[in-house]
T-cell receptor
Framework: GESVGLHLPTLSVQEGDNSIINCAYSNSASDYFIWYKQESGKGPQFIIDIRSNMDKRQGQRVTVLLNKTVKHLSLQIAATQPGDSAVYFCAENNGGSNYKLTFGKGTLLTVNP | DTAVSQTPKYLVTQMGNDKSIKCEQNLGHDTMYWYKQDSKKFLKIMFSYNNKELIINETVPNRFSPKSPDKAHLNLHINSLELGDSAVYFC????????????FGAGTRLSVL
């Protein structure tokens, strides 16, 4: 969700557990959503995307859920691994223009071995 | 083999100087972007070019001037650098109009002293 103050929302999980990262988006006109993973010192890396005509999409070990009624997006990571430790961003396309992505503030996921 | 490459990776300079960051993509994409990521990890679009034409300019100070000599390159020139320009700058590209995934470079960490 949205960060408060100066700190990123954080999620700490044990290796092997499932992780759920949440995101509240702002624009009800958005019809395309995307999740990125950013490891320390690297650029954002695509994980999974979903269009607004779907409410669920699955990838390898990841699932994205979309609830348009409450403008909520979540990323589920199954069997979380230490390599999943990163900052996760959701992004929305604001409807009309598919060029412009508006990013959320990010969630720091820490996986404990 | 790097899909989106930026140079330099690190840039340390004095206030008032002029500097450039270069970006190249070998994905054959039509659209390229510049993002700024601040110390709180907030990622915000600055500019976007589609086939060498400016399509997004997000109220960035005119000290920042993007230039796209061809659709595989998008450079960012910054005049009269200020302390507040210190950030990580990311270049990205996408195939073009539509709900397309944006692919990011590794970033350029700019430090203005």
């Amino acid at each position: 969700g949205e960060s408060v103050g100066l700190h990123l929302p954080t999620l700490s999980v044990q290796e092997g557990d499932n992780s759920i990262i949440n995101c509240a988006y702002s624009n009800s006109a958005s019809d395309y959503f995307i999740w990125y993973k950013q490891e320390s010192g690297k650029g954002p890396q695509f994980i999974i995307d979903i269009r607004s005509n779907m409410d669920k999409r699955q990838g390898q070990r990841v699932t994205v859920l979309l609830n348009k009624t409450v403008k909520h997006l979540s990323l589920q990571i199954a069997a979380t691994q230490p390599g999943d430790s990163a900052v996760y961003f959701c992004a929305e396309n604001n409807g009309g223009s598919n060029y412009k992505l508006t990013f959320g503030k990010g969630t720091l996921l820490t996986v404990n071995p | 083999d790097t899909a989106v490459s930026q140079t330099p990776k690190y840039l340390v300079t004095q206030m008032g100087n002029d500097k450039s960051i270069k970006c190249e993509q070998n994905l054959g994409h039509d659209t390229m972007y510049w993002y700024k990521q601040d110390s709180k990890k907030f990622l915000k679009i600055m500019f976007s070019y589609n086939n060498k034409e400016l399509i997004i300019n997000e109220t960035v100070p005119n000290r920042f001037s993007p230039k796209s000599p061809d659709k595989a390159h998008l450079n960012l020139h910054i005049n009269s650098l200020e302390l507040g320009d210190s950030a990580v700058y990311f270049c990205a590209s996408s195939p073009g109009q539509g709900a397309n995934i944006q692919y990011f470079g590794a970033g350029t960490r700019l430090s203005v002293l």
